[in-house]
C-alpha cells in the first residue's frame, strides 16, 4: 500500500519573488470522480502524461494512495465525467534545505490560491519553513483539492 505523508501551507506576499525565480511550471488539469471523506478518485493531466489516483480518508497528514499511469487520451475522456469543477494550477517543483517543495498556483475559479506542499517520508521530521509560508492548513479540507473541485469560487 502507498502511503502519502503531506503537509500544506497557504503561503503570504513574499512568495511572488520566489516564484519569479523558479523555472516554469508544470500545467495541470484534474478531476474527482468520486471525492468523499472516505476516498477520493482523481484524473490528472500533468503536462504530457495523465494518472489515475485513489486515496484514501484523510488520517492527520496521512492517508493511503495508489496512482497509476494511464494513457492520455484515456484521461480526456474522463474529465468530463468527473465532478463539477476541474481544477486547473500550475505546479513548480523546488529544493530547498533538502526537501522537495510543491507551489501550487491555481487557475480558473480558484484563482489567486497559492498552495504550498510538502510531501514527508518522517511525518516527525522537523521543518524550517520559509519566510514565504503563512499558516499550516494540512488538516483544514477546504483546501483539499477535492473539495476545492466541488466549488466554482474560493470559500475559504
Same mark, same amino acid.
Given at each position: 500500500?502507498?502511503?502519502?505523508?503531506?503537509?500544506?501551507?497557504?503561503?503570504?506576499?513574499?512568495?511572488?519573488?520566489? @516564484?519569479?525565480?523558479?523555472?516554469?511550471?508544470?500545467?495541470?488539469?484534474?478531476?474527482?470522480?468520486?471525492?468523499?471523506?472516505?476516498?477520493?478518485?482523481?484524473?490528472?493531466?500533468?503536462?504530457?502524461?495523465?494518472?489515475?489516483?485513489?486515496?484514501?480518508?484523510?488520517?492527520?497528514?496521512?492517508?493511503?494512495?495508489?496512482?497509476?499511469?494511464?494513457?492520455?487520451?484515456?484521461?480526456?475522456?474522463?474529465?468530463?465525467?468527473?465532478?463539477?469543477?476541474?481544477?486547473?494550477?500550475?505546479?513548480?517543483?523546488?529544493?530547498?534545505? =533538502?526537501?522537495?517543495?510543491?507551489?501550487?498556483?491555481?487557475?480558473?475559479?480558484?484563482?489567486?490560491? @497559492?498552495?504550498?506542499?510538502?510531501?514527508?517520508?518522517?511525518?516527525?521530521?522537523?521543518? =524550517?519553513?520559509?519566510?514565504?509560508?503563512?499558516?499550516?492548513?494540512?488538516?483544514?479540507?477546504?483546501?483539499? =483539492?477535492? =473539495?476545492?473541485?466541488?466549488?466554482?469560487?474560493?470559500?475559504?
Amino acid at each position: 500500500m502507498g502511503l502519502e505523508i503531506e503537509r500544506k501551507y497557504t503561503v503570504n506576499e513574499k512568495v511572488h519573488d520566489l @516564484i519569479k525565480g523558479l523555472p516554469s511550471g508544470e500545467e495541470i488539469c484534474q478531476g474527482y470522480l468520486n471525492s468523499t471523506p472516505e476516498r477520493t478518485v482523481r484524473v490528472r493531466i500533468k503536462g504530457q502524461k495523465a494518472y489515475l489516483t485513489v486515496k484514501g480518508k484523510n488520517e492527520g497528514i496521512f492517508r493511503a494512495e495508489f496512482e497509476y499511469e494511464i494513457p492520455i487520451d484515456d484521461a480526456r475522456k474522463l474529465l468530463p465525467l468527473c465532478e463539477p469543477f476541474c481544477i486547473e494550477k500550475t505546479r513548480y517543483t523546488f529544493s530547498l534545505d =533538502n526537501l522537495t517543495w510543491e507551489l501550487d498556483v491555481f487557475q480558473g475559479a480558484h484563482s489567486g490560491l @497559492i498552495i504550498a506542499e510538502l510531501e514527508l517520508e518522517d511525518a516527525d521530521l522537523s521543518i =524550517n519553513l520559509p519566510e514565504w509560508i503563512d499558516k499550516e492548513v494540512s488538516d483544514d479540507p477546504r483546501y483539499y =483539492n477535492s =473539495n476545492l473541485a466541488k466549488t466554482g469560487s474560493l470559500k475559504l
